[in-house]
């Protein structure tokens, strides 16, 4: 499975931004489709997370009522709509694939290479 990641860039505070991920390979391989993002100097962190129905959704404390992630199945795509965003969303977001739930632990098989977003002050 490949996870081709884009949608990133620069926005002040306060700003949208709309990450989009396409998966290629078996279906079966993203049932569960997800993003985690990485700031310099700090651990990866998990972001939010869906499964291949939308039925079950986790988002971390952090982004909740900001954040929603949704999925068209017939792209093969995860998207991450992010609003209100703050300096502190800086990130590199990495889209994330795997076949069960794992909620917000690293553990997913598949990894994309992760878009930078920027959120100036």
């Known amino acids: 499975v490949q996870l081709q990641a884009s949608g990133g860039g620069l926005v002040q505070a306060g700003g949208s931004l709309r990450l989009s991920c396409v998966a290629s390979?078996?279906?079966?391989?993203?049932?569960?489709m997800g993003w985690f993002r990485q700031a310099p100097g700090k651990e990866r962190e998990f972001v939010a997370a869906?499964?291949?129905?939308?039925?079950?959704?986790s988002y971390a404390d952090s982004v909740k009522g900001r954040f929603t992630i949704s999925r068209d199945n017939s792209e093969r795509s995860v998207y991450l709509q992010m609003n209100s965003l703050k300096p502190e969303d800086t990130a590199v977001y990495f889209c994330?694939?795997?076949?069960?739930?794992?909620?917000?632990?690293?553990?997913?098989?598949?990894w994309g290479r992760g878009t930078q977003v920027t959120v100036s002050s």
């Open positions: 994330v694939a795997d076949s069960y739930w794992l909620g917000s632990t690293r553990s997913y098989n598949y």
């Open positions: 390979g078996r279906t079966t391989s993203y049932y569960v």
């Open positions: 869906i499964t291949w129905s939308g039925g079950r959704i």
